[in-house]
């Protein structure tokens, strides 16, 4: 098929749209923290950036999205991008060069793995960032991918929606997030009541609006052509955005006063919950999708406290719940008349398809808890993956990475 | 010569050096603090329930004075600092053995 110039300028926009996300998670994710671990948190995100852009264009593309074997993991016939190039592909985007789609995988492949580092931050080694990242890169996000959006991939065949991913990316990220943070255990004086405050909530809007921003190439981009499906994902985006993040705000006003950290996180909830189905509901189930996404993550994220879990910035609460509701919701809401190419849901007369979202959604929930669980025992038991106490009250910004955020007594 | 530190509430701080000035004090050292008294700490909002800050944000200012200016200084400071709710904020009086001013090396009460 030709290359058509409009679908290749919107995947190239979308990518470094996505790929924006990136610094702005790092940025959500660093006003959160205390100010000792301010460079830490983000250079976990920068980390991912550079880490897995590399690993992704020498083997990961190839295992996530090459020739099928057994609807399990693709083959290694593209490693190292081999016949990857120009033209488009035969299979995937056919309007675009092959390049196009692989760097836009590429973008969703870097902010997954950056997204579970929420779950650790104040206490995870730096090396063992790195180690942890590349393994689970191969052997959760690889498989993960291929079975959901991979040709011949086992859950693709049959039939479960994830329009930019709710499974692949939120709920893998989102599970593994709080299966990593069991393993390494609580951050030193999480559950004597040691204050954690945030240090800088302006960077978190900040993080926040940017990966809003990013999110328009993440849903819309997924559309993989420049047209009226791109602009329904990009419509129900805004507006499951801007439903969470007001029913964040009126929950927080309820109990107190409209936060400005409840409002960011509501965004990212409510964005979250409409990845999996932005392509596939009208603008007007985007509303309950944010909304009720907002309900159950805030209260799921108090749960997670009061159970005296340090899954420090809510990776799970967040996204894995966000990503678990809304492809459930692709499930209910999905409709045909939107996009031919996906399936009617419950409200649309096919109780199936909420039956497949739900087998989707568990497998996955189990698959990325457990083989984080073990990936993370393996490098606990050779390189180890908590900073030493002492390094830890000193605060990772010095101890790991030998810099601090903010300059010293002479201004 | 007396150290006076007087820890007061922040919105407070420009009143108290006008009237420093007035006492023909020009000179002092502000630090921003965090401290508790009585009124104890606050609770903030984290992304859903709170957290407790036990600390609050003061002033401390730091001015020496000579010995029969004490007395005045201290009523305008008290006076200049007062809300008559909690958290208002302390001062400590001490003794000052010397002082000396580096430029010209005046020391005692000519340093002052």
Known sequence: ?411 | MKKIEAIIREEKLEAVRKALETESYLGMTVSEVCGRGREGGLALQWRAGEYRVEFLPKMKIEVVVLDEDLSRVLLAITTNARTGERGDGKIFVTSVEDAIRIRTGDSGVDAI
């Open chain 1, 1 to 411: 098929m030709a290359i058509n110039s409009g679908d290749t300028a919107w995947l190239l926009i979308s990518s470094a749209l996505v790929m924006l996300m990136t610094p702005g998670l790092a940025f959500f994710y660093g006003g959160m923290v205390r100010r000792k671990n301010l460079l830490s948190t983000i250079m976990m995100s920068f980390a991912c950036l550079s880490l897995v852009g590399i690993l992704w264009i020498l083997y990961g593309y190839s295992l996530s999205f090459g020739p099928d074997r057994s609807g399990i993991i693709g083959g290694l016939e593209w490693i190292g991008l081999n016949g990857v190039g120009q033209d488009p592909s035969s299979i995937y985007a056919t309007t675009v060069p092959h390049l196009a789609f692989m760097i836009y995988q590429a973008m969703f492949a870097i902010i997954t793995v950056a997204l579970f580092t929420g779950a650790v931050v104040e206490r995870m080694k730096f090396s063992a960032i790195l180690v942890f990242s590349a393994l689970w890169l191969t052997l959760v996000y690889a498989p993960v991918a291929h079975w959901v959006w991979g040709s011949g991939g086992w859950l693709a065949r049959l039939g479960v929606l994830d329009f930019a991913g709710g499974i692949v990316v939120h709920i893998s990220a989102g599970v593994s997030a709080i299966s990593l943070a069991l393993l390494l255990g609580p951050r030193k004086g999480f559950r004597e009541g040691t204050p954690m405050e945030p240090n800088n909530i302006p960077l978190v809007m900040l993080g926040a609006g940017l990966l809003w921003f990013g999110w328009f190439g993440f849903n819309a981009g997924s559309a993989l052509t420049s047209g009226g499906l791109a602009a329904n994902a990009f419509v129900t985006t805004n507006i499951a955005g801007g439903a969470a993040a007001l029913t964040w705000m009126m929950l927080s006003w309820i109990y107190k006063r409209p936060s400005a950290l409840g409002m960011a996180t509501g965004a990212v909830v409510g964005l979250a919950a409409i990845t999996p189905a932005a392509g596939f509901v009208t603008p007007l189930a985007a509303i309950p999708i944010g909304a009720i996404a907002a309900v159950l993550s805030y209260y799921l994220m108090l749960f997670r406290m009061k159970r005296g879990v340090d899954e420090s910035l809510d990776v799970w609460a967040c996204h894995g719940i966000g990503g678990t509701w809304g492809a459930l919701a692709a499930g209910i809401f999905a409709s045909t008349a939107v996009n031919s190419a996906g399936a009617n849901g419950l409200l649309h007369g096919n109780p199936m398809q909420l039956l497949k979202q739900l087998l989707a959604v568990g497998i996955v929930w189990i698959f990325a808890f457990g083989m984080t669980w073990l990936l993370g025992k393996l490098v606990d038991k050779t390189i180890g993956l908590r900073v030493s106490e002492t390094e830890e009250t000193v605060g990772l910004d010095i101890s790991q990475h030998g810099e601090r955020a903010y300059g010293g007594l002479l201004r």
